[in-house]
C-alpha cells in the first residue's frame, strides 16, 4: 500500500454516496485530527473519487487543510460499492465490552482527557 499526500482539491466526493454525514460526525472528525493529527488516509479510486473517507475529507476541508493523505487503487465500480457499504456497516456491525469501555473512559476521565 503506497500512502500519498495530494492536493485536497484533485479529491472528488462519490456523487451517489448513500450515507449521509451528519456536521457533528465532521466536527468530531476536526477535534480529533487537531488533537492526534490526519493519521488516516482517504481511499481513492482511479479517478481521485472518494471511495472511503467522505467525513475526514470534509473534516480536513473544514480545517482548510491544502493537503490530504490518500491510498489510490484500480476499483471497478462494484468493487468500489461493495468498499464503500462494507466500510460504513462494519462500524454498525460492532457491539461494545461494556465493562471495558467503561474503565478506558475512566482512563480518561481520570486524566482530565477531553471526551
Known amino acids: 500500500m503506497k500512502i500519498e499526500e495530494i492536493d485536497i482539491n484533485e479529491i472528488k466526493p462519490y456523487k451517489s454516496n448513500p450515507r449521509e454525514i451528519p456536521i457533528e460526525a465532521v466536527e468530531k472528525v476536526m ?10 488516509p482517504i481511499v481513492l479510486d ?4 472518494i471511495v472511503v473517507g467522505h467525513t475526514r475529507w470534509k473534516a480536513l476541508k473544514n ?3 491544502n493537503k490530504a493523505f490518500v491510498v489510490k487503487r484500480e476499483f471497478n465500480k462494484s468493487e468500489a460499492v461493495a468498499y464503500r457499504i462494507m466500510d460504513n456497516r462494519s462500524g ?6 461494556k465493562e471495558l469501555l467503561k474503565q478506558e473512559l475512566s482512563t480518561l476521565q481520570d486524566e482530565n482527557f477531553d471526551i
Not at 477535534?31 to 488516516?40: A, T
Not at 454498525?92 to 465490552?97: A, F, G, T
Open 46 to 49: 482511479q479517478n481521485n473519487v
Open 92 to 97: 454498525q456491525e460492532s457491539k461494545w465490552e
Open 31 to 40: 477535534k480529533s485530527i487537531k488533537e492526534f493529527g490526519n493519521n488516516q
Open 63 to 65: 480545517l482548510g487543510r
